[in-house]
């Protein structure tokens, strides 16, 4: 069964740091291209983050508002995908959806989140 | 940045066709997709390619992406199909996602 499992989510202070791991298992991880997805409380889907398949050089792609304080990793020995996310924020409270970008143009996978709160 | 506009919501009757729009500039020169999600729930792919359908996803879904518009039809609506819609597109290398429109069948 294809799965994605996110994990590190946490209540971390405004400038603190996180990093989220997404475990994936029944496909080749190293030949799809991966994202991270998040969504505000109460509030629509937001790309943060993508990187390419091995293949293609593993290219990492970000959001403006993430640009800078996140940095978006493979271990494709691992099977896992990682998001380091520094200088946190507020605006940055979310759950975290991590998701396979299939040879369709579209993500056909998605784990079932994971949730940060940044708050004093 | 490339923006998608999606009306907040659509409301429809059980067995009619819901329309949800999608609207970008020049959206049909890209391949537009559709995320359903219900409450508590991840998203789902239910059209990508402008118009194919994932494997286990209802005839009743269809799609279309023409000039500045992409549209998701559900034909014969049920009460299940409530839910929140996303279109999404690529823009040079990023994705961007509409805002959203809550689907009500009542």
């Known amino acids: 069964e294809v799965q994605l499992l996110e994990s590190g989510g946490d209540l971390v202070q405004p400038g603190g740091s996180l990093r989220l791991s997404c475990a994936a298992s029944?496909?080749?991880?190293?030949?799809?291209?991966m994202n991270w997805v998040r969504q505000g409380p109460g509030k629509g889907l937001e790309w943060v983050s993508g990187i390419s398949d091995s293949g293609s050089g593993g290219s990492t792609y970000y959001a403006d508002s993430v640009k800078g304080r996140f940095t978006l990793s493979r271990d494709n020995s691992k099977n896992t995908l990682y998001l380091q996310m520094n200088s946190l924020r507020a605006e940055d409270t979310a759950v975290y959806y991590c998701?396979?970008?299939?040879?369709?143009?579209?993500?056909?996978?998605w784990g079932q989140g994971t949730m940060v709160t940044v708050s004093s | 940045s490339y923006e998608l506009t999606q009306p907040p919501s659509v409301s429809v009757s059980p067995g009619q066709t819901a329309s949800i729009t999608c609207s970008g500039d020049?959206?049909?020169?890209?391949?537009a997709s559709w995320y359903q999600q219900k409450p508590g729930q991840s998203p789902v792919l239910v059209i990508y390619e402008d118009s194919k359908r994932p494997s286990g996803i209802p005839e009743r879904f269809s799609g279309s992406n023409s000039g500045n518009t992409a549209t998701l039809t559900i034909s014969g609506t049920q009460a299940v199909d409530e839910a929140d819609y996303y279109c999404?597109?690529?823009?040079?290398?990023?994705?961007?996602f509409g805002g959203g429109t809550k689907l009500t069948v009542l």
């Open positions: 020049k959206l049909g020169d890209k391949y």
């Open positions: 998701a396979k970008r299939d040879n369709i143009n579209a993500f056909d996978i």
């Open positions: 029944g496909f080749t991880f190293s030949s799809y291209a």
């Open positions: 999404q597109a690529w823009d040079s290398g990023t994705v961007v």
